[in-house]
């Protein structure tokens, strides 16, 4: 299976042949703005190009909302993979509008970068699609803006005070705000009646998306052992606690990406199937694992047939009994867990009744995975100490959890 089947694109994009895109052909030619001369030598204007079009294909929009929004995409690209370009001309008093929002509705620009959310809001209030997405896009912006200003002002404090959790955050955080302009140019109506589903979806696709990038250099061999605080953090517990080595931080990435991955893509079914939202979250998704490399791995981790409970744990005593013997320690992991997976099925039982999944059944489904997690590093810790044996069956439940699936159907749109 490819990528583009998983997300159900009906295509998938193509970011490495060149294509002929004006807005890119014209991105920087003026010499007027210097950080677009110097971003227009970079691959992310090319690209940024071939993801908006991607994103726009089906859907009438005219010009100046289609710059407007490629723009944009340069930006979210350019800061997502810390081009040095914007370090240059990004100044003071420009991280000082970005942290304001240019006084509050991007009104004021005091350099490039707040010159591009400038613009942006000023053609997205002319959008068909704003009365409806209007304040949640500019929440998202707020969002993406403020967070990269402060990490200008930790950086400067400190070349590693970005830690690889507000990494991933921020990485999240401007790719939603990409989404939310994108259903604002598009006139998406779904926020009308789905806003808490619309929500959750936009924080799961940058869960999604923030991830995906960490993972993405331990797929190559390259990956950084600071990652850890990515896993041990959902957890609120320090790095140092539960000591894995890269490739089981790579493990446990690739893991908690799966669950993010599956939950995203449950979320989905509860949004409108023919709305502009739907559609743009899956393609803009599935542009961004393109583009960064962890495509294959989230086909490969998120495919399987979910096991049943007694799968699970025949699983989970294999790994127990790898070394010939179940410690004590072992032997309570193994016991939380069965008591945990009963209570699911028990959860799955009464959501199954009606043969349909609705939006709080998910979410209940989507919490009590979490709290099996969360009950299983519990108990690791009651003794202050995570053994070897431990740590490997905590890792065996961070894959396994994620298939823990109902297998009714998602409840018809109202």
Same mark, same amino acid.
């Given at each position: 299976?490819?990528?583009?089947?998983?997300?159900?694109?009906?295509?998938?994009?193509?970011?490495?042949?060149?294509?002929?895109?004006?807005?890119?052909?014209?991105?920087?030619?003026?010499?007027?703005?210097?950080?677009?001369?110097?971003?227009?030598?970079?691959?992310?204007?090319?690209?940024?190009?071939?993801?908006?079009?991607?994103?726009?294909?089906?859907?009438?929009?005219?010009?100046?909302?289609?710059?407007?929004?490629?723009?944009?995409?340069?930006?979210?690209?350019?800061?997502?993979?810390?081009?040095?370009?914007?370090?240059?001309?990004?100044?003071?008093?420009?991280?000082?509008?970005?942290?304001?929002?240019?006084?509050?509705?991007?009104?004021?620009?005091?350099?490039?970068?707040?010159?591009?959310?400038?613009?942006?809001?000023?053609?997205?209030?002319?959008?068909?699609?704003?009365?409806?997405?209007?304040?949640?896009?500019?929440?998202?912006?707020?969002?993406?803006?403020?967070?990269?200003?402060?990490?200008?002002?930790?950086?400067?404090?400190?070349?590693?005070?970005?830690?690889?959790?507000?990494?991933?955050?921020?990485?999240?955080?401007?790719?939603?705000?990409?989404?939310?302009?994108?259903?604002?140019?598009?006139?998406?109506?779904?926020?009308?009646?789905?806003?808490?589903?619309?929500?959750?979806?936009?924080?799961?696709?940058?869960?999604?998306?923030?991830?995906?990038?960490?993972?993405?250099?331990?797929?190559?061999?390259?990956?950084?052992?600071?990652?850890?605080?990515?896993?041990?953090?959902?957890?609120?517990?320090?790095?140092?606690?539960?000591?894995?080595?890269?490739?089981?931080?790579?493990?446990?990435?690739?893991?908690?990406?799966?669950?993010?991955?599956?939950?995203?893509?449950?979320?989905?079914?509860?949004?409108?199937? #023919?709305?502009?939202?739907?559609? $743009? +979250?899956?393609? @803009?998704?599935?542009?961004? &694992? /393109? *583009?960064?490399? !962890?495509?294959?791995?989230?086909?490969?981790?998120?495919?399987?047939?979910?096991?049943?409970?007694?799968?699970?744990?025949?699983?989970?005593?294999?790994?127990?009994?790898?070394?010939?013997?179940?410690?004590?320690?072992?032997?309570?992991?193994?016991?939380?867990?069965?008591?945990?997976?009963?209570?699911?099925?028990?959860?799955?039982?009464?959501?199954?009744?009606?043969?349909?999944?609705?939006?709080?059944?998910?979410?209940?489904?989507?919490?009590?995975?979490?709290?099996?997690?969360?009950?299983?590093?519990?108990?690791?810790?009651?003794?202050?100490?995570?053994?070897?044996?431990?740590?490997?069956? #905590?890792?065996?439940?961070?894959? $396994? +959890?994620?298939? @823990?699936?109902?297998?009714? &159907? /998602? *409840?018809?749109? !109202?």
């Amino acid at each position: 299976m490819e990528v583009a089947e998983l997300f159900d694109t009906g295509g998938g994009i193509d970011l490495e042949t060149p294509q002929s895109s004006p807005y890119a052909e014209r991105y920087g030619a003026d010499g007027s703005d210097a950080i677009e001369v110097t971003l227009a030598t970079t691959p992310v204007v090319a690209e940024a190009a071939r993801i908006v079009d991607f994103l726009l294909e089906d859907f009438q929009v005219d010009a100046s909302a289609h710059e407007a929004l490629f723009k944009f995409a340069v930006l979210v690209l350019a800061v997502t993979r810390a081009q040095p370009e914007l370090r240059t001309h990004v100044d003071d008093a420009d991280l000082d509008s970005l942290a304001t929002a240019g006084g509050g509705d991007f009104e004021q620009a005091a350099g490039p970068m707040s010159r591009v959310f400038q613009g942006l809001m000023a053609v997205l209030r002319e959008q068909p699609g704003w009365a409806v997405n209007g304040p949640a896009a500019q929440s998202r912006l707020r969002n993406a803006a403020a967070g990269y200003a402060q990490e200008r002002r930790l950086e400067e404090f400190a070349a590693d005070a970005l830690t690889p959790g507000l990494a991933a955050a921020s990485r999240g955080a401007w790719k939603e705000a990409l989404v939310e302009a994108a259903c604002v140019v598009c006139g998406d109506e779904g926020r009308n009646r789905k806003t808490e589903v619309a929500d959750a979806v936009g924080r799961l696709l940058g869960s999604v998306v923030g991830l995906a990038s960490e993972l993405a250099p331990f797929l190559a061999g390259v990956g950084d052992e600071r990652a850890v605080e990515l896993v041990t953090q959902r957890f609120a517990i320090p790095p140092q606690v539960v000591k894995l080595t890269l490739r089981q931080i790579a493990r446990a990435l690739r893991a908690t990406l799966e669950l993010e991955v599956r939950d995203l893509l449950d979320a989905l079914h509860h949004l409108d199937p #023919l709305g502009a939202r739907t559609q $743009l +979250v899956r393609r @803009l998704v599935l542009a961004m &694992l /393109t *583009a960064d490399g !962890s495509a294959r791995a989230v086909v490969a981790a998120t495919t399987s047939e979910p096991p049943s409970r007694d799968e699970v744990m025949r699983r989970m005593r294999a790994i127990a009994l790898a070394d010939g013997e179940v410690t004590s320690d072992e032997r309570a992991l193994l016991r939380r867990f069965d008591t945990q997976l009963h209570t699911f099925n028990e959860l799955i039982e009464r959501i199954e009744e009606d043969r349909v999944v609705d939006f709080d059944e998910f979410q209940q489904l989507r919490e009590m995975r979490q709290t099996i997690l969360d009950e299983l590093f519990r108990v690791a810790l009651a003794d202050a100490h995570v053994s070897d044996d431990e740590r490997q069956l #905590l890792l065996r439940a961070m894959e $396994l +959890v994620p298939t @823990l699936r109902s297998r009714a &159907l /998602t *409840a018809p749109d !109202s």
